[in-house]
């Protein structure tokens, strides 16, 4: 029988993503938990936990999971590739909390970094997650040839660097109260500081287990798509949403004077060019088949999703 993209699309819808996601998350917990003992000094490795394992919905690994097993490859090999990208998120975000950024007070809940342990850990602590997720790749990947690993440690360092997120933010942080900004500033910083990361993340558990260069542009092209409507819809929610909802600060955006898709789009039309934009994904991994269904069933999570 040919599955369609339309069958696909309703298999999605009703794949219990709930669970899915669940069991994963304790997965990569567990893992994370394992990877961050605090040892001397200890009040370096105990800030890099603070951030590390207060919780969040660890999308990152898991798409990186979820890529390695689409090309039939295993959870443990996937695993340190995993962490590592959680490890690298969470120094962007403590970063991004430090007053001379976004000056945030909280995160996922919980004062942010910086509040806890000073401007000076804060730093040091997001430092050395970024240096421990190169090495705890290196280290502790298993199964995996080197040509493999040495692809996902170059897309991982182009992803984080001024080729990607660095350069993501220093454009955002130099367009803060322009009132100017076009659509493709504003693309040109979100695919940077969100979707680059996301995109690794996709690809790297695909490279890992042996995906061609074909089907890796074809993850390419999902997870930018997926990357910006993520964007999008935290924008929205920035305007929409609780504090208490999103366990962070809210407004924060508007009081920046940044620019922001429903500032230049208003709502409605931002709503519809990100379920547009999850739609292009979804088309993108359907001719994998029902082996796709967990990534088309988390590009839909995207736009439902509340915090």
């Known amino acids: 029988m040919v599955v369609t993209d339309e069958t696909l699309s309703r298999k999605a819808s009703s794949f219990d993503l709930k669970a899915y996601l669940l069991a994963r998350q304790e997965l990569v917990e567990a893992a994370l938990d394992r990877a961050s003992p605090v040892i001397y000094p200890e009040k370096i490795y105990e800030a890099m936990r603070y951030s590390l394992m207060a919780g969040g919905k660890r999308l990152r690994p898991i798409l990186c999971l979820a890529t390695s097993e689409l090309f039939n490859g295993t959870i443990e090999m996937a695993m340190p590739t995993a962490c590592a990208l959680e490890m690298i998120h969470t120094m962007s975000l403590i970063h991004d909390d430090l007053p001379a950024m976004d000056n945030d007070d909280f995160r996922r809940g919980k004062p942010t970094n910086h509040k806890v342990y000073g401007e000076a850990v804060a730093i040091l602590a997001g430092d050395g997650l970024l240096a421990y997720a190169f090495e705890h790749i290196a280290e502790e990947t298993k199964n995996v040839s080197p040509d493999r690993l040495l692809k996902v440690i170059a897309r991982l360092g182009r992803a984080v660097g001024a080729a990607g997120l660095v350069g993501g933010q220093v454009v955002d942080l130099e367009c803060e109260g322009a009132t100017d900004i076009t659509i493709e500033t504003l693309n040109f910083i979100h695919t940077h500081k969100t979707a680059a990361l996301l995109e690794t993340s996709v690809v790297s558990g695909a490279i890992l287990a042996g995906a061609s260069d074909l089907d890796v542009q074809r993850l390419s092209r999902y997870s930018q798509a997926i990357g910006l409507a993520f964007q999008i819809v935290d924008d929205i929610l920035d305007l929409t949403s609780t504090q208490e ?63």
């Open 245 to 307: 909802e999103l366990g962070k600060s809210i407004g924060k955006d508007e009081r920046a004077q940044k620019a922001t898709y429903p500032k230049l789009w208003g709502m409605d039309e931002s709503r519809r060019q990100a379920q547009q934009l999850i739609e292009e994904a979804k088309s993108e991994v359907a001719g994998f088949g029902e082996k796709a269904i967990p990534l088309m069933a988390i590009a839909e999570y995207i736009t439902a999703r509340k915090h």
